[in-house]
């Protein structure tokens, strides 16, 4: 398996990039987020892939983080779910506002992705919601600073990733003290 490439990126479109590794040509397809971190044409780039073989068709999909990488290969695991919705989750949202979007079962936002409906986002918040919430949330929603804030929300019920989802929509102001972002987040679930 192809598990990445450093190259030279020859050209880029909507969809991927064309990547030189040696003198061979390879097509990448990559998330948008992906695609504007390559840099200039004939500049050298740095990949993570996942190579995805079906029957009829070979298809090498970029990415600039194991992160990425990951989320995008939990994603294609879920019935129903290629590559290519993959790719438009991906590209619509960052992997910590789609990992949220998951764990917390938010399913008007998914289903506002191309491609992505309520029955398919229904499935994605079902099958992968356990597994976000312990891989991802935790560690990737709590930043320094707000675990005071997080342990607050879910002694008062919330679970954790609806807790994780109103701190990391807070500002990130040096001069809101604790309780302040706690009756922030209050205010934010209230207005739901």
Do not use: C
């Amino acid at each position: 398996m192809i598990a990445g490439l450093d190259g030279t990126l020859e050209s880029r479109s909507a969809e991927g990039a064309i990547i030189k590794v040696g003198g061979v040509r390879l097509r990448v397809f990559m998330p948008t987020s992906t695609l504007s971190a390559l840099g200039a044409i004939g500049e050298e780039v740095h990949l993570h892939t996942h190579l995805h073989l079906r029957e009829d068709n070979i298809a090498l999909y970029g990415f600039s983080s194991i992160e990425e990488l990951e989320l995008f290969r939990m994603l294609i695991g879920v019935t129903g779910v290629g590559p290519k919705a993959a790719l438009a989750m991906l590209s619509a949202m960052n992997p910590s506002q789609l990992t949220l979007a998951i764990a917390t079962g938010n399913i008007d936002l998914l289903s506002q992705v191309p491609g992505v409906g309520k029955k398919m986002a229904s499935r994605l918040a079902l099958e992968l919601k356990g597994k976000l919430e312990s891989a991802w949330v935790g560690a990737a929603v709590s930043p320094e600073g707000n675990a005071e804030v997080i342990a607050a929300l879910t002694s008062l019920g919330y679970t954790h990733a609806e807790a994780a989802s109103a701190v990391s929509t807070l500002p990130d102001s040096p001069e809101l003290t604790v309780e302040d972002k706690i009756r922030l987040a209050l205010q934010q679930f209230a207005a739901r």
